[in-house]
């Protein structure tokens, strides 16, 4: 589903991703943990193309792309419409309602008509639990029922994957539950998603697969159950142990 | 060469004005941008209207009515005087407002920090609330004063001998010829060079703020 | 010697003045604000010339008074004199109502002419002809006597200036068709112009403008009460007509010698509306 | 030199002449804004342009326009202007010189606005694929309204008061009707606090009205 | 040490404190857990006197206080002299070094002098683990770094009671761990502490007692390892589930 071969990422000089591989299985659930500085978020901008990996190469659904190639933009539109993102700060249009939230992007990437646009629309909210809010703009909406209306947002674009920076480590913990439990179902729905995420049972219970990063490198991966019980890498284990689990 | 003298000999006095009444304005300022803060609503009312008219009632007006409505035979005033005072009154209201957005935008937490510390009062607005304030208007202070150096033009016509006074006499004797525009220009030109500087430090300024404050 | 010699007034020694005992506000010394508005009187960067600087200078002398001068307008000079900032002012100002509300004035010495100015070819020369050669703006500057009856007249045609430089600069530029200015003035200012031809308005009066009818008298107002400097201006004024010094001074600035038949008992121009 | 009439008898006297005057200078505002505004929007996209050569000449075109004293700008369109043969009328040169300069200060404000605007919403577009341009129109300007109204309506409200300035080239609007009428009076006291207060109420309401609109919009959305 | 008497605080007219009683002994750590808008914060702030609360009373420290009285100036400073508090931002002083935050409320507040407030900064900068940060501005400083200076300054001023409001949740996991040691050595070396917090495993390990609060009131308290093993209250129990313990 998502094959990323030996990207390399820099700004002025510094090297944040340093030849990073990395292989996705359709319908699998991939977390990624580390700490802060790590180069999660930019691996997963790179992925967005958000932005644009100084080497390496890629294969998205099936569409390859070689970073050292400049990209036109009907081809970055279309290879971004791939991906869905959410992320930590939800980024919602805060002059739109929910509901316009996420008619807006339909109707304008996919072009599809305002009807059609709110049906599908509606569907997503009610899906994400929130039929009931759709008039209500974001600041009118607690955090975790922003987030939910991001994934909706997202999801919209029929994406053929999702891609999660931190989406719950900005709302309180009891909020989180109700944006984890979206995404639990998304997973269950059978949805590839990469997840940056603090919350390790989510990593533990959802994940089909680890990945751990530190300073720009993929340090650790495998199973999530076996690498939380018995985490052979010593870099894993005081992450671990700090975060405390 | 001779307009550029000419306009040269107006930059001591346009500095002059731009400096002395900045002086005025900014020291003016304190207490009326306390008194914009004071709990106390009609104090607050009656000084929120005297910045209001400061600020809203154009400069040549407030000049005129100080150069030429404000001599009696007990009380003269002389252009200049009115150019400066007029200046520095309408300076005042507006950095009046500036320090209170400075005021306003030290965190609420600051505050309470504080507080919660029992720093007492005084102590904690001049050691701690102050200084953030500074910081954090110290590029809104540079942008006025940038706007005042070349709103010390106006004070030409009230014949006060600046810049653009000594450019138009230059001008005057030179009508509907290119030397009659040159020194307008000349003066435009310096007005820019001379913002350059403030701006320069006013960025700094910034620059610094972030670093130090965020 | 006047004024007893030893003290600290500052006053010429061994002079007699046609007055004693002057009230200035600096004792001993004439504080004159000059308006710029030559060939009356020019401010120079401080050493003024005019013909009402020529005329002044010898006021003071015949007083035995020194002569300061500082720069005025007409906006601020007769609030000036009437608040005691300076002593007297010059630069044509008229004998009017107006003024006689908040200065006094002595004896006048020359008459104001009113003067057209306009492109030559159109030569304006009377009131008549405004209309009759399709003029469209008229420039005035604020305050000048005629000011009033030509807007009563001519209502949005006459446009209005600070200081009679602007409005030069204007009908050069075109964008007046022609001006009233004080006669002097625009003989001044166009000399040498060969483009703008100056015509003595006075010439043809016409009875809707006052000042054409009446031209105003000009003297040297000073501050309301002050007698003793109202009767050194008196008898100096006198004593420059009885000397006949009036017309050669006109002659030389290259006014009509006409100006100096000033009427008998003083012209105040009256307050108009 | 104690005034013959009682203030309001005077003023009133005075008052149709400078209300006539206080319509001029409105005139004068609203077409200079009207030119201003849609220049100043321009500008702003200029100097945000990728385009270098584009960008430099924005750059160059606000920084003098808003470098120079009002004052001097028109002084240049005025008197300098027909030195090269362009002959302007004082209400024509007066809106050149007060457009150009209020449509500099708008270009940073508009400029300020969008900057404001939270990275993450042009981000948020990016991802969702959306087009650059849907991105800055429907996107980022509305959200950089709400910044940018309040600061425009202030900014307007010193292009009002910058039309005092046209009295020096004879434009017959409010200080111009306010001097004409002090030296045929010599009551400038009286007539510039008049002049003052015309001013005032037109600025005084907007001022006014643009602190509780930026409250408003502030804790909007 | 602490005792609050049927504290009542309302915001125009919402009622956000229902007449809360607690007690907390000298030497003991309060742990108070909630959701959000439970009015966790408005307590501790209330017993800082941050606000004033509408009814009720407190004795702190041996000495009285009654809510319904205006409390004069010297007495108010002298009340918050007993706490030291540490807020969820940090609040440290941006325009001063580490140092200076911890001496500077020293001379202004004790009237100790230069010399002796910074001999007793470096000694608790040294307990924070900070020596070497001492001339650091804060924006130089880490979050956890920024937090413990933070609670350096509050216990210079020898507080009898050390208040914590989410001390930790501004700040990285990671780094949490930093802030939670010097915590945890703080009630080791018998400080008095109540502490407002989302650290379930702090609240069980370090806590002597566990105060839990939803909608204004204290709904549940006792023994922490108890309470989060078998909570007997229906409330307590979903939050606690939520929470992800
Ligand atoms: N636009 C940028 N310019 C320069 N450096 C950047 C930029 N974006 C990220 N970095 C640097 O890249 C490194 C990795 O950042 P990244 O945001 O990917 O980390 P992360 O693992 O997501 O961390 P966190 O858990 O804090 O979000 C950091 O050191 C960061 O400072
Ligand atoms: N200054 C205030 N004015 C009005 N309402 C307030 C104010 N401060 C707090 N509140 C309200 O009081 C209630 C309790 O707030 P409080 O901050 O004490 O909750 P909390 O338990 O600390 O929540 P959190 O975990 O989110 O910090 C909330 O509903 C809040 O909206
Ligand atoms: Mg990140
Ligand atoms: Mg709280």
């Given at each position: ?245 | ?5 000419v306009?040269?000999s107006g ?56 150069k ?8 003269r005033?002389t252009a200049l ?75 030409s016509?009230i014949a006060v001998a600046?810049?653009?006074f000594m450019?138009q006499g230059y001008a005057k004797q ?41 | ?9 500052g006053a010429k ?9 002057i009230?200035t506000i600096k004792s001993g010394t004439l504080t004159v604000g000059v308006i710029d508005q030559p060939p009356y009187s020019s401010y120079n960067n401080g050493s003024p010339t005019g013909m009402d600087i020529d005329f002044i200078k010898q006021i003071a002398d015949a007083n035995c008074l020194n002569v300061e001068y500082q720069q005025a307008s007409f906006a601020n000079a007769m609030q000036a004199i009437?608040?005691g900032q300076i002593d007297t002012a010059t630069g044509d100002i008229n004998v009017?109502?107006?003024r006689?509300?908040?200065v006094?004035f002595p004896?006048s010495i020359y008459?104001e ?28 500057g604020?305050g ?18 600070p200081s009679s430089v602007e409005m030069k ?12 200015e004080a006669y002097g003035t625009a003989v001044d200012e166009?000399k ?26 000009v003297s040297y107002p000073y501050t ?5 400097l109202?009767?050194a201006f008196?008898?100096g004024i006198?004593k420059i007509?009885?000397?006949?010094k009036v017309?050669p001074t006109l002659k030389k600035y290259g006014l009509?010698?006409?100006l ?14 | ?221």
């Amino acid at each position: 589903m998502i094959e990323l071969g030996g990207v390399v990422k820099s700004y002025n000089g510094n090297t944040i991703l340093h030849e990073v591989s990395l292989r996705v299985e359709r319908g699998e659930v991939c977390s990624i943990i580390g700490p802060s500085g790590a180069g999660k978020s930019t691996l997963l901008r790179c992925i967005n193309l958000l932005e644009q990996p100084d080497d390496g190469n890629m294969v998205i659904d099936g569409q390859f792309v070689d970073f050292t190639e400049n990209l036109g933009k009907s081809d970055l539109m279309a290879l971004r419409r791939k991906c869905g993102m959410v992320f930590q700060q939800f980024n919602l249009f805060p002059h739109m309602s929910a509901l316009k939230n996420v008619v807006f992007p339909q109707m304008h990437v996919l072009g599809r008509g305002k009807e059609e646009a709110e049906e599908r629309a509606m569907e997503l909210l009610k899906r994400v639990g929130l039929e009931d809010r759709a008039d209500h703009r974001p600041s009118q909406l607690s955090g975790g029922q922003q987030q939910r209306v991001a994934i909706a947002r997202a999801l919209a674009l029929d994406p053929a994957v999702m891609l999660f920076d931190e989406p719950t480590s900005a709302l309180d913990p009891e909020v989180s539950g109700e944006v984890l439990n979206v995404m639990r179902e998304l997973a269950e729905g059978g949805m590839t998603m990469c997840v940056v995420t603090h919350e390790m049972s989510f990593a533990r219970d959802v994940g089909d697969h680890l990945v751990v990063m530190a300073d720009g490198r993929i340090i650790d991966e495998g199973d999530p159950k076996e690498i939380m019980a018995h985490p052979v890498n010593e870099r894993t284990r005081r992450f671990l142990s700090a975060v405390g689990r | 060469m001779e307009p550029l003298l000419v306009v040269l000999s107006g930059l001591p006095m346009t500095l002059f004005i731009t400096v002395v009444s900045f002086a005025i304005g900014a020291v003016l300022g304190i207490p009326m941008a306390l008194g914009l803060r004071t709990g106390v609503a009609p104090v607050r009312w009656v000084v929120r209207l005297a910045v209001d008219l400061l600020r809203g009632i154009p400069m040549i007006v407030w000049l005129f009515l100080l150069k030429f409505g404000l001599s009696t035979p007990a009380f003269r005033i002389t252009a200049l005087e009115a150019a400066i005072v007029g200046l520095g009154l309408i300076s005042a209201g507006y950095l009046a407002d500036i320090y209170r957005g400075g005021l306003q935008a030290v965190p609420k937490g600051q505050y309470e920090a504080a507080a919660a510390l029992g720093i007492p009062g005084a102590v904690s607005f001049f050691g701690v609330i102050v200084p953030q304030a500074a910081r954090i208007v110290s590029p809104s202070i540079a942008t006025y004063l940038i706007g005042l150096l070349k709103n010390s033009s106006i004070a030409s016509t009230i014949a006060v001998a600046e810049m653009v006074f000594m450019a138009q006499g230059y001008a005057k004797q030179n009508i509907n010829t290119v030397a009659g525009v040159l020194p307008y220009a000349i003066a435009g030109v310096l007005y820019i060079l001379l913002s350059i500087p403030v701006a320069m430090l006013s960025r700094r300024l910034d620059a610094n703020l972030r670093k130090a404050v965020i | 010697a006047c004024g007893g010699g030893s003290g600290s007034s500052g006053a010429k020694a061994n002079c007699t003045p046609l007055v004693s005992n002057i009230t200035t506000i600096k004792s001993g010394t004439l504080t004159v604000g000059v308006i710029d508005q030559p060939p009356y009187s020019s401010y120079n960067n401080g050493s003024p010339t005019g013909m009402d600087i020529d005329f002044i200078k010898q006021i003071a002398d015949a007083n035995c008074l020194n002569v300061e001068y500082q720069q005025a307008s007409f906006a601020n000079a007769m609030q000036a004199i009437a608040s005691g900032q300076i002593d007297t002012a010059t630069g044509d100002i008229n004998v009017t109502e107006k003024r006689e509300q908040v200065v006094d004035f002595p004896r006048s010495i020359y008459l104001e002419g009113v003067g057209y100015a306009s492109k030559k070819g159109v030569d304006v020369k009377s009131i008549d002809d405004i209309d009759a050669k399709g003029i469209k703006t008229i420039g005035i500057g604020d305050g000048y006597g005629w000011l009033a009856d030509m807007q009563k007249v001519f209502g949005d045609k006459v446009k209005t200036y600070p200081s009679s430089v602007e409005m030069k600069q204007d009908l050069e530029a075109g964008r007046v068709d022609m001006i009233m200015e004080a006669y002097g003035t625009a003989v001044d200012e166009f000399k040498g112009n060969d483009n703008i031809a100056v015509e003595y308005a006075n010439k043809n009066p016409d009875k809707r403008i006052n000042s054409l009818v009446e031209p105003p008298e000009v003297s040297y107002p000073y501050t309301k009460g002050n007698t003793s400097l109202g009767q050194a201006f008196d008898k100096g004024i006198e004593k420059i007509i009885k000397d006949g010094k009036v017309k050669p001074t006109l002659k030389k600035y290259g006014l009509d010698e006409g100006l100096a038949e000033i009427r008998d008992k003083q012209y105040v121009v009256p307050a108009t509306d | 030199m104690v005034p013959k009439e009682p203030l309001l008898q005077f003023w009133g006297e005075g008052l149709p002449n400078m209300l006539h005057g206080l319509q001029i200078s409105v005139a004068l505002a609203g077409v200079s804004m009207i030119i201003g505004l849609p220049l100043g929007l321009l500008f702003c996209m200029m100097v945000m342009s990728r385009n270098r050569v584009i960008s430099a000449i924005g750059l160059v075109v606000v920084e003098i326009g808003r470098g120079m004293p009002a004052l001097i700008i028109l002084y240049l369109v005025y008197f300098g202007l027909p030195g090269f043969g362009i002959l302007l009328d004082s209400f024509p040169s007066a809106i050149i010189a007060l457009a150009w300069n209020y449509s500099c200060y708008c270009s940073e404000i508009f400029r300020a606005g969008i900057q404001a605007v939270p990275g993450g919403q042009n981000e948020a577009g990016d991802a969702l694929g959306l087009d650059g341009r849907v991105i800055f129109f429907y996107v980022i300007l509305p959200q950089a309204f709400r910044s940018i109204v309040p600061a425009l309506l202030g900014q307007t409200i010193l292009l009002f008061q910058d039309t005092s300035l046209a009295y020096t080239v004879a434009v017959p609007e409010l200080m111009k009707e306010a001097y004409t009428y002090g030296s045929t009076t010599f009551q400038y006291l009286r007539v510039f606090v008049l002049a003052g207060l015309c001013y005032a109420v037109v600025t005084l309401p907007a001022s006014w009205i643009t602190r509780w609109l930026e409250r408003r919009l502030a804790l909007s959305y």
